[in-house]
T-cell receptor, first 113, second 116 residues
Framework: GENVEQHPSTLSVQEGDSAVIKCTYS??????FPWYKQELGKGPQLIID?????GEKKDQRIAVTLNKTAKHFSLHITETQPEDSAVYFC????????????FGSGTQLTVLP | GAGVSQSPSNKVTEKGKDVELRCDPI?????LYWYRQSLGQGLEFLIY????????KSGLPSDRFSAERTGGSVSTLTIQRTQQEDSAVYLC??????????????FGPGTRLTVL
């Protein structure tokens, strides 16, 4: 089955700096890669996703890049703000009947004011 | 519109008791998923429902866990004879699940289960 590894587990940045979170996946059949943000006591919320037919996607301060050959994808947050502080999860989904997501272990991002 | 809702938000039970957790998916979403999130961990897939098809139960950790989805909408996750290691946040998600596409999964707020 699919295995997703996520690094780093914790990340602290100064407000205004950029943050980068990296994930690798094992199943070359995976074709959908969402990123979720989870605030304390809440369910994960989708912030951006990318499919295997593109290499990069951007939405305002957030961007995701995908390298299918190396089987890794990354989340980039620019001009970080204190409200970006949360746990971020990457995930991968492979073709198949279930399409369940396999999640990384999460990154606790802290943006220091 | 309304998102995925789950109840109860918190459940404390004694070891050996049975519990039922409820999920109301987004209206019109045909796919429904249950995940488990242990403290400080990522999400672990439990079970998947798609329309009227037989559910994918491949993620259920033991036969004490079961789930059903009535009328293609509301789902109930049941844990029998709860153990302390069952303590976790149980998350439900739903998606449109259009044919041939991997659709966004929208998560509910979760039910925090504590087994004493």
């Amino acid at each position: 089955g699919e295995n997703v590894e996520q690094h780093p587990s914790t990340l602290s940045v100064q407000e205004g700096d950029s943050a980068v979170i990296k994930c690798t996946y094992s199943d070359s059949a995976s074709n959908y890669f969402p990123w979720y943000k989870q605030e304390l006591g809440k369910g994960p919320q989708l912030i951006i996703d990318i499919r295997s037919n593109v290499g990069e996607k951007k939405d305002q301060r957030i961007a995701v890049t995908l390298n299918k050959t190396a089987k890794h994808f990354s989340l980039h947050i620019t001009e970080t703000q204190p409200e970006d502080s949360a746990v971020y999860f990457c995930a991968a989904s492979s073709r198949g009947s279930a399409r369940q997501l396999t999640f990384g272990s999460g990154t606790q991002l802290t943006v220091l004011p | 519109g309304a998102g995925v809702s789950q109840s109860p938000s918190n459940k404390v039970t004694e070891k050996g008791k049975d519990v039922e957790l409820r999920c109301d998916p987004i209206s019109g979403h045909t796919a429904l998923y249950w995940y488990r999130q242990s403290l400080g961990q990522g999400l672990e897939f439990l079970i998947y429902f798609q329309g009227n098809s037989a559910p994918d139960k491949s993620g259920l950790p033991s036969d004490r866990f079961s789930a059903e989805r009535t009328g293609g909408s509301v789902s109930t996750l049941t844990i029998q004879r709860t153990q302390q290691e069952d303590s976790a946040v149980y998350l439900c998600a739903s998606s449109l699940s259009r044919r041939g596409s991997t659709d966004t999964q929208y998560f509910g707020p979760g039910t925090r289960l504590t087994v004493l």
